[in-house]
């Protein structure tokens, strides 16, 4: 992923030196690119968790959750992630962390509060799942990527549209006219396919997760019917964007439709009847 976006930004700058006439603008977007990609390995989980409020919680803080959190990482053979608490009334979660050695779990008040003991063990077995799996870095790196993709195309489709240091046709040609249009098109397309790469990902990911949570608990009923109380919550989760929305267990914008194909999450209705499903 990280190689793809480095080859995608420097591609760009490429288009965007030729088209602005600029030599160092494909020096920069070399460097910047570099750059990127480091912080976003080492420090998108810092940014996600910033992003979303979400303040860290001690042992005596809630000792229950800490107890499942502990138990079920015994279970799975995995270190005790960091547990973080967002202060919000809706249900949801998320995990992230470049590795498992540094991860974290974490999880609105509303959750803690709307489910029952089987049911928390489930999500918090799903994103453990997350974790063993290593999706975590995956997903936590593509809301920075994602992000910049779609800013970076922006930024080119001001000044576009504007003509700021565009080559004059006499210079380039019509060679000049083709990398003018090149460049237009990858803008327009760049934050969609990023978009699709991000729901791809998420998708896929969150049936395994599902899978492999009801396995870590052997109860499948439980993750079900918290994935059932989620669904019905019809608070929306008001530190939720969409460079993040494909890291939570389920959709946090509520009330809000959304076709199918631009779904970053499997429809809750087809991962509950995989649950009840297992055979376990």
């Keep these: 992923m990280i190689s793809l976006f480095l080859v995608f930004i420097i591609g760009l700058g490429w288009v965007f030196s030729y088209q602005f006439n600029s030599p160092i603008i494909l020096v920069v977007a070399v460097i910047f690119s570099s750059l990127m990609s480091f912080t976003s390995y080492w420090y998108s989980d810092k940014i996600v968790l910033r992003m979303s409020r979400a303040k860290e919680i001690k042992k005596e ?6 107890r499942l959190v502990e138990n079920l990482s015994i279970t799975a053979g995995l270190p005790l992630p960091k547990i973080y608490l967002i202060d919000e009334i ?3 979660a998320f995990a992230t962390g470049r590795n498992p050695e540094h991860a974290v779990i974490a999880v609105t008040r509303g959750l803690l509060e709307k489910l029952d003991r089987s049911e928390l063990e489930g999500v918090l077995a799903h ?7 290593r999706d975590i870095l995956l997903q936590t790196v593509v809301v920075i ?3 910049l993709v779609v800013l970076l195309s922006d930024w080119f489709l001001r000044w576009t549209l504007f ?8 210079q380039g040609g019509q060679l000049a006219g083709i990398m003018i249009l090149i460049g237009f098109v990858l803008a327009i397309l760049s934050p969609f396919f990023a978009v699709l790469i991000q729901m791809a990902i998420s998708r896929k990911r969150e049936f ?4 492999d949570g009801a396995l870590l608990t052997r109860y499948p009923e439980g993750l079900a019917s918290a994935l059932e109380k989620i669904s ?27 076709s199918r194909f631009f779904m970053t999450h499997p429809p809750v209705e087809e991962r509950i009847k995989n649950l009840r499903g297992l055979e376990i």
């Design 61 to 66: 803080d809630n000792l229950q959750l800490y």
């Design 90 to 92: 809706a249900s949801n």
């Design 145 to 147: 990527l994602v992000g």
């Design 163 to 170: 003509g700021r240091g565009r080559r004059d046709s006499r």
């Design 208 to 211: 395994l997760a599902d899978v």
């Design 127 to 133: 994103e453990l799942s997350h974790i063993g799996n």
């Design 232 to 258: 019905q919550d019809r608070m929306p989760l008001r530190v939720a964007n969409k460079a993040m929305a494909h890291m939570y267990i389920t959709n946090p914008f509520k009330g809000k439709k959304v």
